[in-house]
T-cell receptor
């Protein structure tokens, strides 16, 4: 079993829909959680960073962390065609100076006009 | 001003050649990384340097050798390139767990 599981999709939604993206993880040592957006042929771009259970909101994006269930989510409200990209969850374990990101496989999202 | 810049953007080379990829960050971060993204888009860490010291060396063939002349630069040299090395290589930097920023990638094709 991989440490971080993410449904690769693809996911196709109409413009204006609410999108829900999810990851689960198996190791409770993961304490820092991120969501990245990656457009085709570009580098990953940090969208959200959280380190505690609960919700964090930034514009149309909400990140949710449930450490007891080892489950994280990203919600996109009022989705736009410009949101079409691959969304990657990533996480870091606590302790030491090893800050390596462990990624999920990414979910390919298409928002149709 | 690009935060994490890497060159070249594209690299096409023959099997057996040696090549280098350069990375520079102007964010003042202490830690820099090399990640590899395979054809299925899966991103995996290769190396990490913290203040010029090697911190992470994942199970990468020793044909890959990173070098960090200072904390703003991290280069990747690859000897005797193989077909399986074809991938996109991303440089990244962070300040501990914060501000993790990626470059735009180097698309390496070995023919």
């Amino acid at each position: 079993q991989k440490e971080v599981e993410q449904d690769p999709g693809p996911l196709s939604v109409p413009e204006g829909a609410i999108v829900s993206l999810n990851c689960t993880y198996s190791n409770s040592a993961f304490q820092y959680f991120m969501w990245y957006r990656q457009y085709s042929r570009k580098g990953p771009e940090l969208l959200m960073y959280t380190y505690s259970s609960g919700n964090k909101e930034d514009g149309r994006f909400t990140a949710q962390v449930d450490k007891s269930s080892k489950y994280i989510s990203l919600f996109i409200r009022d989705s736009q065609p410009s949101d079409s990209a691959t969304y990657l969850c990533a996480m870091i374990k606590s302790g030491g100076s090893n800050y390596k990101l462990t990624f999920g496989k990414g979910t390919l999202l298409t928002v149709n006009p | 001003d690009t935060a994490v810049s890497q060159t070249p953007k594209y690299l096409v080379t023959q099997m057996g050649n040696d090549k280098s990829i350069k990375c520079e960050q102007n964010l003042g971060h202490d830690t820099m990384y090399w990640y590899k993204q395979d054809s299925k888009k899966f991103l995996k860490i290769m190396f990490s340097y913290n203040n010029k010291e090697l911190i992470i060396n994942e199970t990468v063939p020793n044909r890959f050798s990173p070098k960090s002349p200072d904390k703003a630069h991290l280069n990747l040299h690859i000897n005797s390139l193989e077909l399986g090395d074809s991938a996109v290589y991303f440089c990244a930097s962070s300040q501990a767990t914060s501000g993790y920023t990626f470059g735009s990638g180097t698309r390496l094709t070995v023919v």
